[in-house]
Structures are given as C-alpha cells and as structure tokens.
C-alpha cells in the first residue's frame, strides 16, 4: 500500500502535475492583474504587472488591525 498520493503516482509524475499546477496559477494570477510573489537577493517583493515591486512585510498578513473580518471564529 502506497504512503502518500506521491508514492501511488510516481515521484516524477507527482512533480509534472505540480509543475503544470503552477504553470497555471502563474498565468491565472496574471491574466487578472494580481501581484506575484518574487524573492530578489533575500527579500520577498510583490510584483505588480506594470513591473513596480512593493517589499512583503514579515508577519504583516498576522496583524490584527490588517486582516479582514470575514465572520469567521
């Protein structure tokens, strides 16, 4: 019996279909405009797809005042 789904597929098939899966969030997030997450020598920036970078603040999507209230909890 296989441990986990990587096992029962294949190690290379697994990784084809996370690749692809990538693939297709990468051009879905900029086919609508949205920023993408790039790391340039250490540090996390948001890329705008007018090209401008906005650095990601460590713990900044963790503060209470920054994160909507969804009714949730």
């Not at 441990?3 to 084809?16: L, M, N, P, V």
């Not at 405009?33 to 603040?57: C, N, Q, T």
């Amino acid at each position: 019996m296989a441990k986990s789904i990587i096992d029962a597929i294949g190690r290379e098939r697994a990784y084809k279909l996370m690749d692809d899966a990538m693939g297709k969030a990468a051009a879905d997030t900029k086919k609508l405009g949205l920023p993408e997450p790039v790391k340039i020598d250490g540090i996390w920036y948001r890329e705008f797809p007018d090209g401008h970078k906005e650095p990601i603040k460590i713990g900044s999507a963790t503060e209470p005042k920054k994160m909507l209230n969804f009714g949730i909890g």
